[in-house]
């Protein structure tokens, strides 16, 4: 007997015929998110719900799903679920790590070279019909070979970050609540600081901590007020690390020179202050979005979702503790 499975929203073509072979799929067939009614109707008696970041998955809707036998993120951070509450309920929750790590790490880049090089920036100049031609004076912008990075979280993304500053010469600087061993932090060239330090002797910031009570406003304006006022921050991680609000000051008030961003505070809205000003890069959450990337994480949610629904322990399991 194939699982009942409910999907969310549609996958890329790959994974959707894959679903349709090995389950019996319902899903939702508009290109949007779902309400939570629309979510609580779909789970009904089903054997596994795979969800996105834009899902928030509460107990509520766990209670309405009484079969489920997993519930399988598209996306590494999970943020968006109530783990505990399923834990309680011991359904097993997952995630796809890894297969999103270099295209994250990708983003991060294209992010601070954008903001840094001002390219978005010229572009729209360019697009204006305004641009009078070459000028020594015109948009200047920060080096960023040579520079120091500072990286706030060095798991997987954070270290692919890393890797990729070698090639642009810069000295890397990072604070993790793990510190690594001396030999990875050799063999990735990157020094430990405390986070402090790291903020204020770094040219470019960029965050890569998962979002959890502990990372949520992580840099707030006590933390921006300690970044070079040249400084260039990016956030590829999620909104809430950054106090928005804050952030948004600061750069207004030349606390910091620039910023790129990913992920905002309550996507899909953005601070309407954010839109208004030049020194920051804006990108609607394409950290993840290459069609490689994006098949690889549905592939990996499919495999999570029917390794539980055959009653085996998914590979990439958040809360062991569903089983106990
Ligand atoms: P990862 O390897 O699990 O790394 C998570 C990092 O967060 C580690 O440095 C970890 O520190 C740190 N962390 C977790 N909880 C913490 C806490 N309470 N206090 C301080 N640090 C904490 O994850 P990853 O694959 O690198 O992904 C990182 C994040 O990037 C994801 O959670 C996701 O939110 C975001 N992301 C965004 C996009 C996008 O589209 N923009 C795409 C992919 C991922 P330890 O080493 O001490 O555990």
Redo the contacts with the bound molecule.
Sequence with gaps: MKPKVFLTRELPPECMRLLTESTELSYNHEDRVLTKQEIISGVQNMDGLICL?TDTIDDEILAAGSKLQVVSNF?????NIDVNAATRRQIPVTNT??V??N??AD?AWALMMDAARRVTEGDRLVRSGQWSGWGPLQLLGPDVSGSTLGLI????????VAKRARGFEMQVRYW???RLSESEEAELGVQYFPMEQVLAESDFISL????????HH?NSSRELSQLKSTACLI????GP?IHEAALVKALKNGIIGSAGL??YEEEPAVDKELLRLDNVVLAP?????TIGTRTKMGNMAIENCLAACSGNKPPNLINPGAYV
């Design positions: 970041l996306a590494v951070g999970f943020n790590p890894g999103l790590t295209s994250t983003m979280g060095l798991g997987r993304i954070g270290k692919a993790n609540r793990t890569h901590v998962a979002l959890n009570d502990e990372t992580l956030n590829t991680a999620r690390v990913d992920v959450h394409l950290g993840s979005a």
